[in-house]
């Protein structure tokens, strides 16, 4: 894992993210064919870098419903 500080990226919170500032995730934007995820309750700490394609096909299941609880 990186410093999610240390990465070249401008971070943007999720549409779903409230103004509470509660469960929220920040997605990178910057570096080409990575999506980088961090928390944004500890913007200094680790960030996860996904495959650009494995990330869209997840955000793609989720908004399809493909993860539903049961």
Do not use: Q
Request: net charge positive; glycine share 12%; charged share 20%.
């Amino acid at each position: 894992m990186t410093s999610a500080s240390k990465l070249p990226v401008r971070w943007r919170k999720s549409s779903y993210s409230g103004p509470n500032e509660g469960t929220c995730l920040e997605i990178g934007e910057g570096i080409p064919g990575i999506v980088p995820v961090r928390d944004s309750k500890n913007p200094h700490g680790p960030a996860l870098g996904f495959p650009a394609h494995s990330f869209t096909a997840f955000v793609a299941g989720v908004k399809s419903g493909e993860f539903r609880a049961a």
